[in-house]
């Protein structure tokens, strides 16, 4: 990934944060960003202690003027953008614990507002600085494609999150494409599950070692990314 610039959303924890560390071991320039400016501010901080390049931008996807600046930040520092990992999402309450039927408006709006719409703003505002080879990985789960209780608006938010990259990967000559590490061990699944910096490396394969093919329009789950690289 030497020379590339890479932007992941959502990267002051979890997936988000592993994902940024291992585009920056690999010799990316990375641009990081989250809602809480301290928090990505040290990621950013950590990867370059660890001899990698950073940057980190406070942004909120829920707002396209955020993403915006964020895209023209990215592609000042390093040209053209290269990858794009579509991965900042929300969850308002306790995993497998939000039937539909009990939620509020509310928390229905946000999921959508941030998880559908905030991957739609990432993507569109990318769009001006891709490189023509560029690749956008979209963060998702297996709820967004099971009918596993529990799950609520959340589990719907993400499927139109992948609804929305299966209609870019039809639209646009750049690849995209979902990526599903399966359950990682991080907040939302209250450490339960695969190791995140495991997770990450899928992330990075789809980034870089996966054939285009294989990524544009379609859904990247463990197995995939096991067969591919056992």
Known sequence: MDGQTAVVTGA???IGEAVAHAFGDAGAHVVLCARDRNDVE??????RDEGGSATAVRADIRDEFDVEKLMRQASREGGDIDIVVANAGVYHGDAGQTPLSTESYSAFDDHFRTNARG???TIQEALPHLAPDARVLVSSGVVARNPQA???SYAVSKAAAEAVALRFAGDISQVVGVVDPGQVATALTGREGRDVTDAALQFRWAATEAD???VDGEILDRRAYRDATS
């Open 212 to 214: 285009p093919d294989v």
């Open 150 to 152: 529990g799950y609520g």
């Open 12 to 14: 002051s924890r979890g």
């Open 119 to 121: 991957v739609f703003a």
């Open 42 to 47: 040290d990621v950013a901080a950590a990867i």
